[in-house]
């Protein structure tokens, strides 16, 4: 059914995926603002009605900023409106239907074979550091270079310098999903006022240059600057660092689960990632707001409750691994879900074929948890017998 998150208190995240709703990892001031919707039928029904639970909230912080941090966004003129996954109706139909061109089927599956020659290249890189007995850092040699590259080929779009790629994202996350001090809000808002001030330029250009990219068709299909520069924001961390985090989930679980060799076959592969999507997907919640007082399925919702719906996790992996919320449900369903499982399964499923016997280097990966996001920080590895340093 649902449930409050309880607890008023702020603790240390934990060192695990949230399987289970853990109400004392998050602060009160999250505690007190969300109402937690474990069970997944309900989940299903009002992911299925967003005129009654709008997703206006989406893209909200999961927090209240201080005055200094929104004064640097304000400086910026930093404006991000309503479209696509915090937008409703004829407006988010429209734009989804001109980016679902550039995540068709047949678009996703010509980029197997390029992750897969990738992939095998920085693996066979790598081999020379596991001899001389370093340990390797999967997340930041695999993960991390992966998906950006498969975005900017997809949508037409180049993505920033990797290193500030990687920072703009992962503070983005944190800002808009966190619950950071005041002082930690001026360095995040800073940080997104930056991504916001290079998307305002790369978005300039890529209209300008009207070459068939992903913002030149937005464009060219009504859609403002505002909204196009809203849409690049997220989609430039939802459509690279998500799939990240779920490359680098599904490759501590291979590793820390004794499963690495056996995912040199595709289908054990295949199987670990549907695992990894049920039990702790990068994205294992995401939020609703309710329009009007409304019953449904015997729960009582009261307008305006800020809803916080489970997508991985809980209930779903009691009776089996059921991963079919892992992506969203309904009309806002996310455009890259067969994207982002493809490439974990290629990249997964490549790195065991070319560098196996591969061991867990240290203990259980560092996680990372916010409201809607959580991933292991890192996944170091080492081949057995290569004198690995501590």
């Avoid at 592969?269 to 695992?275: G, Y």
């Avoid at 009007?292 to 209930?315: H, K, M, N, Y």
């Avoid at 990249?347 to 948890?369: C, F, I, K, Q, S």
């Amino acid at each position: 059914m649902s449930c409050p998150f309880a607890g008023s208190t702020a603790v240390a995240p934990t060192s695990a995926p949230l399987a289970t709703a853990l109400p004392g990892t998050y602060p009160a001031a999250v505690n007190n603002r969300y109402r937690s919707i474990e069970d997944p039928a309900l989940v299903r029904r009002i992911l299925q009605r967003p005129e009654d639970f709008t997703p206006a909230n989406a893209l909200d912080t999961a927090i209240d900023l201080e005055p200094a941090a929104l004064r640097i966004l304000a400086a910026e003129r930093f404006f991000l409106p309503p479209v696509l996954a915090s937008a409703g109706g004829a407006a988010h139909l429209a734009v989804r239907r001109i980016v679902a061109r550039f995540f068709s089927p047949a678009r996703v599956a010509a980029q197997a074979e390029p992750i897969r020659a990738r992939v095998a290249g920085i693996c066979a890189a790598l081999a020379a550091d596991y001899r001389n007995g370093a340990r390797v850092d999967l997340a930041a040699h695999l993960a991390a270079v992966i998906p950006p590259e498969v975005m900017a080929r997809l949508t037409g779009i180049p993505v920033p310098p990797a290193a500030d790629l990687k920072a703009w994202s992962l503070d983005s996350l944190e800002l808009f999903w966190g619950w950071p001090d005041a002082a930690r809000q001026r360095e995040l808002a800073a940080s997104a006022a930056g991504f916001h001030a290079w998307l305002r330029t790369s978005v300039a250009q890529a209209v300008a240059r009207d070459d068939g990219n992903l913002y030149a068709a937005l464009h060219q299909g009504g859609v403002d600057l505002d909204r196009i520069r809203s849409l690049g924001y997220f989609l430039t961390i939802a459509g690279q660092e998500t799939t990240a985090m779920l490359i680098s989930t599904t490759l501590a679980a291979a590793l820390h689960g004794g499963r690495w060799d056996s995912c040199a076959q595709e289908s054990a592969a295949a199987q670990l990632v549907a695992r990894s999507l049920a039990r702790a997907s990068s994205v294992p919640t995401w939020r609703r707001v309710v329009r009007a007082d409304i019953e449904l399925d015997g729960v009582r919702f009261a307008a305006g409750e800020q809803l916080v719906l489970r997508l991985s996790g809980g209930a779903l992996m009691e009776d089996g691994d059921d991963d079919s919320l892992a992506f969203g449900f309904g009309i806002h369903r996310c455009l890259g879900a067969g994207l982002a499982r493809m490439e974990t399964e290629v990249v997964l499923h490549t790195a065991a074929r070319a560098l196996p016997g591969l061991n867990p280097a240290g203990g259980e990966p560092d996680w990372m948890h916010l409201l809607s996001f959580q991933w292991p920080r890192t996944v170091f590895s080492s081949w057995p017998g290569a004198g690995v340093a501590a």
